[in-house]
């Protein structure tokens, strides 16, 4: 035994207890000490049975995520865990699985060997791996289809949700809902079966279906997965597993999912997704805001704007369960507001994403109000007014005047500078930002903008409050445009520069989103309206270098009222389903426009596009780590994740680019240089590391060593 495994006795039952927090994973030394366990039961005359169950809030959680790195970098040797499985399924009395809090992949695939399953009511149960770029690797497409059937199989593995423990119980996955005690709950189940013959899933075949059914059931889960998750190699490796389950035996089927196991895991894919995993979980840790920094209840909070940006925001508090005061400045403006809100909720609905009843709820927790006579209550206000700072500030103002001591003051501007917002104020350590994105009840991340006198327990609260409310929060520095729209900048710049130079418009998109991204970068123009740029262009047009190329098409489109879809046209003209459709009118503007600007035209390869596009992200994004105003280059790949539709199984815009290496990313910008001047000067950080042969990913390291 070892102290990740213990075992005790309740009678005649042997309880087997996994120990290894947070959250159980089968790390190294867990399936040996389980296997001796196992063991140990066999040769115990006294002994009828076993439980295995975690410890903690969850029963295992998977293999252990930390191990695959060492695996594919040859520093351990590649480690299965199909014989510690077949050594529970061989087991001469019976093995019961108790599952809470979550049995996700290695942990269901031991579930399955297991020779029966209980589990609470709440627990969670799947093969997560697709997410991680790889498939199950312990026999989990073998097993699964035997038990829940060859379609509800092929939805796990390839889509990776995982399943309520009441559905897994009407699938035939778990056996039995235990209320109230789990453990003690199992051991009796165990008792009451101990005497039963042992049912070996393996064995099982009566789910398998047969050739004519399955075919159809594997074409629509391909199609399903080209589409929902395009570009992606584990769905489909899923499916083929799942596939091989129904025409192998048992054995082979292993194999052939080993073989498909074995190439996700060395993939690129794979390496990028498991970084983009634990970045996820990196980004909440703030060097000197210390985990236990105090934090600022918020249970009541209030939003100023009902716009857009400030409805979405209402509702993501309301349906995290907070009540929200939603203020506009006249009841026209506040209808529109609530209008839009209900119009959202009815859809979600319609969807299926929450019941009329939730909505319902939620809706009564946002209250209306044209006064800031009740903001004495809330604990935290986000300001989400048109985006001037006259008029941030004049509420940042009166905000100071109605909310009570303690209380956060947060601005959810895209641009503008949080420290002068907060000059507006008598308290400007309880400002901060918090910038959503746009539709602010989908979009995940949340951009908080740390001030210079923004307090530890604000950030603190900011952070942990993000998760309460379904978002990944990551912190960035007060600079113009933050983190994700200052990189954004130079990607759109190159776009429409491309677009100038000859490049066709739908070509520009057509080879970003080939490349991964969920929309390219005139039609995201287009969506998020070409006037917001152009209205902060026109602002800040005194800041504009003399002498350096700017883009002119997207002025040029918004002086002629194309502001996008808003406008049913912009770069592309919009149907009444707003689909895009090339509009020649366009074309020939542009053509017309560049060369009144002189601008030769040329043809240009979808190559050439995405590195222009793709590798002013990371140029921009590698000054942004040097100026300090982002902690990592991977929460610079959260963001652009969560906010900017860059495709995770490229890891992010950081972690592409150390894929591809930093040298060659750097002569590419060199060359950019040569052709385009100073705009795509390298930034020295970017340099730094190619000349030294280091990564970002170690660029991180050495920071986090150094903090
Ligand atoms: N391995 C190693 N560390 C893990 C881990 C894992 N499987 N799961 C979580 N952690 C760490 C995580 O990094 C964090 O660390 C801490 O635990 C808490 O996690 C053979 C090959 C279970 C739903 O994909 O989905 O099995 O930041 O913040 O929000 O076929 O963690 O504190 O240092 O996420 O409560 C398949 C992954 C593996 C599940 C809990 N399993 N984990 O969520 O906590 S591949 C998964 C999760 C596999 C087999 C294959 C979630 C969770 P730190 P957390 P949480």
């Given at each position: 035994m070892n102290n990740l495994v213990r075992v005790t006795r309740d009678n005649d039952v042997a309880v087997i207890t996994v120990d290894n927090p947070p959250v159980n994973a089968l790390s190294p030394g867990v399936p040996q000490a389980i296997e001796a366990a196992i063991d140990e039961m066999n040769i115990d005359p006294a002994i009828k049975a076993a439980v295995i169950i975690g410890a903690g809030r969850t029963f295992i959680a998977g293999a252990d995520i930390k191990e695959f790195g060492k695996m594919t970098s040859g520093a351990t040797p590649r480690r299965t865990l199909l014989p510690f499985l077949l050594h529970i399924e061989d087991s001469v009395k019976p093995v019961v699985i108790a599952i809470h809090g979550t049995a996700f992949g290695g942990g269901l695939e031991l579930a399955m060997a297991g020779h029966y399953r209980v589990a609470s009511p709440t627990a969670q149960i799947g093969q997560p791996e697709v997410k991680l770029g790889i498939?199950?690797?312990?026999?989990?497409?073998?097993?699964?289809?035997?038990?829940?059937?060859?379609a509800k199989a092929v939805e796990m593995c390839a889509e990776g949700k995982p399943v309520s423990a009441p559905d897994a119980a009407a699938l035939g996955l778990i056996d039995s809902l235990i209320d109230g005690d789990l453990l003690s709950g199992a051991v009796a189940f165990a008792r009451g079966i101990a005497d039963k013959p042992i049912p070996k899933t393996r064995e099982r075949t009566t789910k398998l279906g047969t050739a004519t059914d399955n075919a159809a059931v594997f074409a629509a889960a391909r199609d399903a997965a080209r589409k929902k998750q395009r570009g992606m190699k584990a769905p489909l490796a899923a499916i083929d597993a799942v596939e091989a389950a129904t025409r192998m035996p048992f054995?082979?089927?292993?194999?052939?999912?080993?073989?498909?196991?074995?190439?996700?895991?060395?993939?690129?894919?794979?390496?990028?997704?498991?970084?983009?995993?634990?970045?996820?979980r990196e980004v909440g840790k703030i060097p000197d805001v210390p985990k236990g920094t105090p934090v600022i209840a918020v249970n009541r909070v209030a939003v100023v704007g009902s716009g857009t940006m400030g409805g979405g925001i209402a509702m993501v508090f309301a349906n995290a369960g907070i009540p929200v005061l939603l203020k506009d400045v006249d009841q026209a403006a506040l209808d529109a507001g609530m209008g839009k809100i209900r119009k959202n909720y009815a859809s979600s609905v319609q969807r299926g994403r929450f019941t009329q009843q939730f909505v319902d709820e939620r809706l009564q927790s946002i209250t209306p109000v044209l006064t800031y006579d009740l903001f004495s209550d809330a604990d935290m206000v986000v300001e989400a007014v048109f985006e001037g700072m006259a008029l941030k500030k004049s509420v940042f103002a009166e905000l100071d005047r109605?909310?009570?001591?303690?209380?956060?003051?947060?601005?959810?501007?895209?641009?503008?500078?949080?420290d002068e917002i907060a000059e507006a104020t008598s308290r400007p350590e309880a400002v901060i930002g918090t910038h959503f994105f746009?539709?602010?009840?989908?979009?995940?991340?949340?951009?908080?903008?740390?001030?210079?006198?923004?307090?530890?327990?604000?950030?603190?609260?900011?952070?942990?409050?993000?998760?309460?409310?379904?978002?990944?929060?990551?912190?960035?520095?007060?600079?113009?445009?933050?983190?994700?729209?200052?990189?954004?900048?130079?990607y759109r710049r190159e776009a429409q520069f491309l677009a100038e130079e000859g490049?066709?418009?739908?070509?520009?998109?057509?080879?970003?989103?080939?490349?991964?991204?969920?929309?390219?970068?005139?039609?995201?123009?287009?969506?998020?309206?070409?006037?917001?740029?152009?209205?902060?262009?026109?602002?800040?047009?005194?800041?504009?270098?003399?002498?350096?190329?700017?883009?002119f098409a997207e002025d040029r489109l918004c002086e002629l009222g194309r502001y996008g879809q808003k406008t049913t046209k912009g770069w592309y003209r919009y149907d009444e389903?707003?689909?895009?459709?090339?509009?020649?009118?366009?074309?020939?503007?542009?053509?017309?426009?560049?060369?009144?600007?002189?601008?030769?035209?040329?043809?240009?390869s979808a190559e050439e596009i995405v590195d222009r596009c793709i590798y002013a992200l990371?140029?921009?994004?590698?000054?942004?780590?040097?100026?300090?105003?982002?902690?990592?280059?991977?929460?610079?790949?959260?963001?652009?994740?969560?906010?900017?539709?860059?495709?995770?199984?490229?890891?992010?815009?950081?972690w592409h680019a150390d894929t591809v290496g930093l040298q060659k990313v750097y002569q590419r910008i060199c060359e950019f240089h040569q052709q385009h001047g100073e705009l795509w000067a390298p930034a020295p950080l970017l340099q730094r590391l190619a000349e030294s042969g280091k990564t970002f990913a170690e660029f991180d390291k050495e920071h986090a060593l150094a903090a």
């Open positions: 498939i199950p690797g312990a026999a989990g497409t073998q097993r699964l289809p035997r038990l829940v059937g060859v054995e082979e089927g292993c194999q052939a999912e080993q073989k498909l196991f074995t190439e996700c895991l060395f993939s690129d894919q794979s390496k990028a997704l498991i970084h983009v995993f634990f970045g996820e109605a909310c009570k001591p303690g209380a956060i003051l947060a601005s959810n501007t895209s641009t503008l500078n949080i746009s539709p602010a009840n989908v979009m995940r991340l949340l951009e908080i903008v740390r001030g210079k006198k923004s307090s530890k327990e604000v950030i603190a609260t900011c952070m942990q409050l993000s998760k309460k409310l379904g978002k990944v929060g990551v912190l960035v520095g007060n600079c113009r445009g933050f983190v994700g729209n200052r990189m954004f900048g130079p490049a066709e418009i739908e070509a520009v998109d057509r080879a970003l989103v080939d490349f991964g991204n969920a929309m390219g970068p005139l039609a995201t123009g287009d969506l998020a309206g070409l006037d917001v740029g152009w209205r902060i262009r026109k602002e800040y047009r005194h800041l504009e270098k003399p002498g350096i190329r700017q883009p389903n707003r689909r895009a459709n090339a509009d020649p009118e366009v074309a020939a503007l542009v053509r017309k426009w560049s060369a009144e600007a002189g601008i030769p035209q040329r043809q240009i990371v140029n921009e994004g590698a000054r942004i780590l040097e100026e300090g105003f982002a902690l990592r280059a991977v929460d610079i790949d959260i963001i652009y994740l969560n906010g900017y539709g860059f495709p995770a199984y490229r890891g992010g815009p950081m």
